[in-house]
Every structure is written in structure tokens, then in C-alpha cells.
């Protein structure tokens, strides 16, 4: 029973209209995940002390964007008054860039079971703009993945998961608490 | 290991032997080339390198179109600008740059610069930007570390904006390398010793990465067979060609291996004690060599333990960590015999770097790419913490 469904399922998978199909449920989800990210950023830059005095050493209106290639989604952030705040979907011109070759490459990264540095030395990632930024950039990754993943993903993305000690277990609540309204004002378009 | 996924590329073709810069105009025959920009520096020409180059076009129809000859120890944007315009004056139609790496990577800028057609080269940092096609490149390598013959990098300073500029590009990788042995033997015995360990850094640190495979890691293992074999040799005896064509050899495989698995802290660190403290970098690589091995004995175990029948330890009766402990010791007293041989320094205070200077050199490594391939995370603490044991 088993082996006739999978029989199935590869030959549903080898259609024309399926590939389709799939590859636009990849683009949506990844769609998506960006825009909680972009959320999370702006949400994390104004709590979290990590990425406060990370960006606090940017120079004002640098702008960064993560995306995917050839005409997958993408989101662009600039660092503005000491905050982050999202500029839209879509490469903005940005200084620093984090691209995915594909979306199958991005995929296991946004679904918290690849760490970036393990997409990198896949080369999955592109990386454009001064490798300084860049690195500046991958801290405040960090940051804030680890107020945005619970601890089991953290434990596969990141090389040295963060210990969260109680104060930072109580902020990380608070992120998520303000994640949610900020989601639904980037949703509808609204700014920071 | 079998990586899950590994990219691998190398389009170099390599001469390598007695007498191969005679093969040179014939190279340029085969790329349809018959004018060559030559870019090099003061150094290489008084040492009369560039008249051996010369010699070799005695009888051919290709020619020497010009002798940059200006290239300074660090490659700035002026300089490829100007290479670049006298390229062009000069009708030439390919490069040969004779030298380390700044003139490897000068020769790759301005090709930059003329392939790309972009007034800002600041637009194309980073990895995989440059989409034309370059000028042919052919490389004679007159030391024998930097491996920048096989490498698709090349890092150039912008004296206006005050920053190192990194281009990764397969596009930067030279058509013919051409290592002869007669063009390393000038060096002098410390450079010879601080190159020969920045090629033994670039193979320990590839065949450590996130992102090492099998096949750069049998271009690593090779290369410290020969570091072990012919360095001691070299910096004793200058004129020993074989083992100068050993190192001219291991420095291209370590090239060959890092270009493809990248390096790690020990890079990061080196190449931010060259800015801060102006350290040559293979000294810099050389002396923190075994403490960034030590800092990641305990994520990378298995692959330093694997080098040390490399270095020529046994590997009976030991335990992993023993054998990777091996591996450091062996590492050690090769620098400690370099450094009687040749007064390469061990430790950061004789390599003339101020105690109060350890903070700002951190803090420069952190924001280094190469820590992205590193194993183990690498924060400002940490980086402090091995510069102050290699202090």
C-alpha cells in the first residue's frame, strides 16, 4: 500500500504542472518567512541588547536585504535611528546583500534545519557588498534567530547555541509577544 | 567525511619544473596572445627576475609589451587604475605578473578594472559580481605561500575610501601558473620560512573548514607532506632548487585546496595583526598557527589528528585527542626550528606587536570573512583570548 502511494506521489512529482505547482508553494513560504524575519528584525533591534549595540557601531541609513535568486522573493532593511526598520519586499539597492541561489537552496535554511554558515560552505549563499558589513550583518543574524527559534533549532543552525538565561527567556517572550502586531502592520503595509 | 553538497574548480594549467618560464611566449601562442603586460615590483626586477622573463622571448614572435614595474607591498586602487590605462596605451593583450601575491593581485585588479568596464570598483565586491570575461593571466610566483596563481581572489585597497576591497570571482583565476624553481631562489631564509608556514596555514586551516572536501583535502595533505619535507631545507639552503620547486609546489597546492574550502581564524587573526600591526602575514599565520589549532581541537579533533602522519608522527597506540595533540606539538617544533634557522619569530612580542594593541586586532577579526568557515564560532573574547597565548 504503502510503496503504490510513493509509486504515485514520484510520478505526481515528475509532472509538469506539479513542478509548477510546488515551485510556487516554495516562493509563498518563503515569502513569508522573510516577512516574519523582517518583523523579527525590527521587533529584536529595539529589545534585544545584543543587536542594539551591534547596530549601534552601523553608520545610519545603511541598508541590507536577504532574498533569493533569480526572481525569488526578497526583503530590504535599513538601520535608521539607531533601529532597524523594513524598506519593502524586493532589493532596494542595498550596501550588503545575503542571496540564495535558488529557493531550494534557501529552503532548509528558512525552515530552521541548515545553519547559514553551513549554506554558505555549500554554496548556497552569495554574498555582495564589503565582507565587513557583511559580517556585521551575520552577527545580528544571529541575534536575531536566537530570539526568534526556540532552542532545538538554534542547536542545529548556529556553530555555539546561546545559553538564555532567565531575563533572556523573559525577553524573548516579550519578542514574540510584539511580533505578532508587528507582522500585522507590516501585512498591511504600515511603517515603523 | 563526504560532504552533503561540495563544489569543486581549478582551470589553472600548471608548468611546473626547470626552466619553464621558456615556455611562457608559447603559452601565449596557445591563449592567441602575442603582447604581454608585465606587472611586478622594484624588488623582483633588481633581482633580476624580469631579465630572466625576458630572455625567454628572445626567440618568439610574442612579445613583452611593457614592465609595470611600480606594484607596491599593498595593492591600492590608484595603482590598478593606472595599470589599467597604460594596458590599454600600450595595446597589450594579456598579463604576466611576476611576483607575490600584491602583483598577482594588482594584475587581477586592473584586469578588473578593463574586462568590467566599471569606474567603481567598489560596485563589485563580493562573491560572484564580475560577469566579463578577463585578459588572459599567466603567473610567475617569485615567493612561495601566497598560492594567488590558483586563487579566484584578489583583495585591492581603496586609498580614498580606507578600506580592503575582496573580489571572488571564478573569473579571477589565471590561465597558466609557471613555477620555476630558479624564480624563488633569491629569496631570502626568513620570507622563504614565513611563506613555506602561510602555505602550511592555508592547507591546516582548508583541510579544517566548514567547507573542505576530498578533493581539496588531497591538495592540503600534499601540500604538508611537502612543507614538511622541503621547508627546513629551502630556508637552510637557498639554492637547493629541488626543494624550492617543493615549496613553489606545496604553496600551489595550498592555494589550490583553500581556494575551494576556504581558511579560518588563524586567517582572520593574521590578516588583522598585518593591519593593525603591520606583521608580514605569513610570520603572522606562522606564529599563531598551533593556537588556533588548539582553539579548535575540540570541534575539529578528527582532522588535526589526521595530519600529524602528515608532519611525520606515528599513529600507533594513540587516541584521537593525543594524535591531534601530536599534530599541534609537530607544528611547534617546526616554528621553533624555523626560527633558529632563520629568526622567524614564535611569538606576537617578537614579531613586534604592542600588548595594548591585542584589543583593536580582535576586534579587526571578527568582522574578517574567513571566521564564516571557521568550525567553531569566533567571538571578541575568544579572538582575545588566543592572541594573548600566542602573545
Same mark, same amino acid.
Given at each position: 500500500m504503502k510503496g503504490a502511494l510513493q509509486k504515485k506521489f514520484r510520478r505526481l512529482r515528475g509532472k509538469p504542472w506539479m513542478l509548477k505547482l510546488w515551485s510556487g508553494v516554495k516562493y509563498r513560504y518563503l515569502d513569508i518567512v522573510l516577512s516574519v524575519l523582517a518583523a523579527a528584525f525590527e521587533v529584536t533591534a529595539t529589545r534585544v541588547p545584543e543587536l542594539r549595540e551591534e547596530i549601534a557601531r552601523w553608520e545610519e541609513g545603511r541598508t541590507f536585504a536577504l532574498g533569493v535568486l533569480p526572481k525569488g522573493p526578497a526583503i530590504t532593511l535599513i538601520r535608521e535611528e539607531g533601529r532597524i526598520r523594513y524598506l519593502g519586499k524586493g532589493l532596494r539597492f542595498p550596501r550588503v546583500s545575503f542571496l540564495f541561489k535558488n529557493l531550494d537552496a534557501a529552503l532548509p535554511v528558512f525552515s530552521g534545519l541548515m545553519g547559514a554558515h553551513h549554506a554558505l560552505a555549500q554554496c548556497r549563499i552569495l554574498v555582495n557588498g564589503s565582507i565587513s558589513d557583511a559580517m556585521e550583518l551575520n552577527r545580528a543574524m544571529i541575534a536575531v534567530q536566537t530570539y526568534l527559534f526556540p532552542g532545538f533549532v538554534l542547536k542545529r543552525i548556529l556553530k555555539r547555541p546561546?545559553?538564555?538565561?532567565? $531575563?533572556?527567556?523573559?525577553? /524573548?517572550? /516579550?519578542?514574540?509577544? @510584539?511580533?505578532?502586531? @508587528?507582522?500585522? $502592520?507590516?501585512?498591511?503595509?504600515? /511603517?515603523? | 567525511m563526504l560532504p552533503a553538497y561540495y563544489q569543486f574548480y581549478c582551470p589553472v594549467k600548471i608548468l611546473s619544473g626547470e626552466n619553464a618560464l621558456g615556455n611562457i611566449p608559447f603559452e601565449m601562442t596557445l591563449l592567441g596572445r602575442s603582447s604581454a603586460m608585465v606587472v611586478t615590483d622594484r624588488g623582483v626586477v633588481e633581482a633580476g627576475l624580469v631579465a630572466r622573463l625576458e630572455s625567454a622571448f628572445a626567440d618568439s614572435d610574442c612579445r613583452i609589451g611593457f614592465i609595470f614595474d611600480e606594484v607596491p607591498p599593498d595593492s591600492s586602487n590608484r595603482i590598478v587604475n593606472k595599470l589599467a590605462a597604460l594596458f590599454r596605451e600600450k595595446g597589450c593583450d594579456c598579463f604576466i605578473a611576476v611576483g607575490g601575491g600584491s602583483a598577482i593581485d594588482t594584475a587581477k585588479g586592473a584586469n578588473i578594472v578593463i574586462s568590467q568596464e566599471s569606474e567603481d570598483l567598489l560596485e563589485l565586491q563580493g562573491a560572484d559580481r564580475i560577469t566579463a570575461d578577463m585578459k588572459p593571466m599567466i603567473v610567475v610566483p617569485t615567493t612561495a605561500g601566497t598560492g594567488s596563481e590558483v586563487t579566484r581572489v584578489a583583495v585591492i585597497f581603496n586609498e580614498e575610501k580606507n578600506v580592503k576591497m575582496s573580489f571572488v570571482s571564478d573569473k579571477l583565476y589565471p590561465r597558466v601558473a609557471v613555477l620555476d624553481p630558479a624564480m624563488t631562489q633569491t629569496m631570502p631564509p626568513r620570507i622563504t620560512a614565513a611563506t613555506g608556514m602561510d602555505a602550511l596555514t592555508h592547507a591546516m586551516e582548508a583541510f579544517i573548514s566548514i567547507q573542505k572536501n576530498p578533493l581539496s583535502d588531497i591538495f592540503a595533505c600534499r601540500t604538508v607532506d611537502f612543507v614538511r619535507r622541503y621547508l627546513i631545507r629551502a630556508t637552510e639552503n637557498g639554492k637547493d632548487r629541488e626543494a624550492r +620547486? *617543493?615549496?613553489? !609546489?606545496?604553496? +600551489?597546492?595550498? *592555494?589550490?585546496?583553500? =581556494? !575551494? =574550502?576556504m581558511v579560518g581564524v588563524i586567517h582572520a587573526l593574521a590578516h588583522a595583526t598585518g593591519a593593525v600591526s603591520h606583521v608580514p602575514h605569513g610570520a603572522a599565520n606562522a606564529l599563531l598557527l598551533p593556537w588556533g589549532l588548539e582553539y579548535n581541537l575540540d570541534v575539529s579533533e578528527r582532522a588535526i589528528a589526521e595530519l600529524s602522519c602528515h608532519l611525520g608522527g606515528t599513529r600507533e597506540f594513540l587516541d584521537l585527542r593525543e594524535q591531534a595533540g601530536l599534530t599541534i606539538s609537530l607544528v611547534r617544533n617546526l616554528l621553533d626550528r624555523l626560527n633558529r634557522v632563520s629568526g622567524l619569530p614564535t611569538r606576537l612580542r617578537d614579531a613586534g606587536v604592542r600588548e595594548d594593541k591585542l584589543p583593536d586586532i580582535a576586534g579587526t577579526a571578527i568582522n574578517d570573512g574567513a571566521l564564516l568557515y571557521n568550525p567553531k564560532e569566533v567571538s571578541f573574547e575568544d579572538a582575545l583570548g588566543i592572541l594573548r597565548k600566542a602573545y
Open positions: 546561546p545559553k538564555l538565561g532567565f $531575563r533572556q527567556m523573559i525577553l /524573548k517572550g /516579550k519578542v514574540y509577544g @510584539a511580533l505578532v502586531p @508587528a507582522l500585522f $502592520r507590516l501585512g498591511s503595509g504600515g /511603517k515603523n | +620547486l *617543493g615549496m613553489a !609546489n606545496a604553496a +600551489l597546492f595550498a *592555494g589550490i585546496a583553500f =581556494s !575551494n =574550502s
